[in-house]
């Protein structure tokens, strides 16, 4: 550093008059540290997989908006805004076909709806209870029943454990 001009480190201003060479020396290791200090909280976002420092945009609220009419045009759905199936990445370990019984003749079958059970066993267990759709000659669409035990997408095992652990103090 040369000492001519005044110098601002951590919100103080150095005048020139004031930067005796164990300033500059001072002055040098709170910006090595300022630095250092600033690569190892980078690290620390990077580790816990944050994002890297926003980039921040001047306000565009004050603009004179460019479509006279004001109206919002829809340009489709925002990335990353679409709804994921949580029981995506569930790993199924029991399929339950389900027929629907007495139907008419000529009754065709129409796809599955599924209807996914978690439950707890000594290990994770989940059943895909496949629901048979069918389309009946006059039109509409019959789907065959869960069985009666069933009673929500949680077994009772599961239920009953959740609420153990809630009685528990």
Known sequence: MDGAEPIRIA???VSAEERTPLV???LRVIQALQ??????RDEIDRLKGLPRWPRIRPSTLNAPHPDPSHEKKRRGKRPGSSKRQKTDELTIHETIPLPLEGLPEGT????YEDFV???????AHTIWHRRLRYLVPEGTSRTAPLPAHVQGHFGPG???YVLYRMSLP
């Open 11 to 13: 919100g103080i201003e």
């Open 24 to 26: 500059d020396h001072r």
């Open 108 to 111: 065709q079958q129409n796809g």
């Open 35 to 40: 630095a250092e200090n600033r690569r190892l």
């Open 158 to 160: 599961l239920r009953t």
């Open 117 to 123: 059970v978690q439950d707890l066993k000594v290990e």
